[in-house]
């Protein structure tokens, strides 16, 4: 039934020009497969936990993750965001869950607390997180444009 309609939405995003948002916890590898069979690149992956392989595969076939509030926590986000080169990454507060602290309601202004932790994971300063993060996301959703000062 989720493969099915994952087509579906692949057909969707391709026949309207729109990028494809999915959350791919505990579905890594086998998620990323489909979207090599079926020819996507740019899809935005939400969640992603799968290991170094897959995160490679992910950024080989253009793919784009989102990193939550949850990295300050969460191993798996931490190897995705140390295994993904910068101009794939993409903040997002995935309110009300994937906060920093498990169990408290996460928001958006958690959103600085992803920037501090990738600017010390990647070794370089929180504006250029900031920037660069951005205008993945433009890059990404180019309606955005309208609404945020790059």
């Known amino acids: ?11 969707l995003s391709k026949k309207h020009n729109l990028p494809l948002n999915l959350h791919s916890r505990s579905a890594g590898k086998p998620l990323l ?11 935005l992956l939400h969640a992603f936990d799968g290991g170094k392989k897959a995160i490679k595969q992910g950024v080989e ?6 990193i939550a509030p949850s990295i300050v926590r969460d191993p798996s986000q931490k190897q995705v965001a140390t295994n993904v080169p910068l101009d ?11 906060g920093p602290i498990k169990g408290q ?3 958006p ?6 920037v501090d932790c990738l600017a010390d994971l990647l070794n370089c300063s929180k504006d ?18 309208n609404h945020i000062k790059l």
């Open 61 to 66: 076939d253009g793919h784009y993750f989102s």
């Open 1 to 11: 039934m989720q493969r099915s309609a994952l087509k579906v939405q692949i057909e």
């Open 109 to 114: 202004l958690n959103l600085l607390k992803t």
């Open 33 to 43: 497969d489909i979207l090599r069979q079926n020819n996507v690149e740019g899809a």
């Open 88 to 98: 794939r990454l993409v903040l997002e507060s995935d309110s009300p869950a994937l």
């Open 105 to 107: 309601t996460n928001t």
């Open 128 to 145: 250029h997180v900031i920037e660069v993060t951005t205008q993945n996301a433009v890059r990404l959703f180019p309606k955005l444009r």
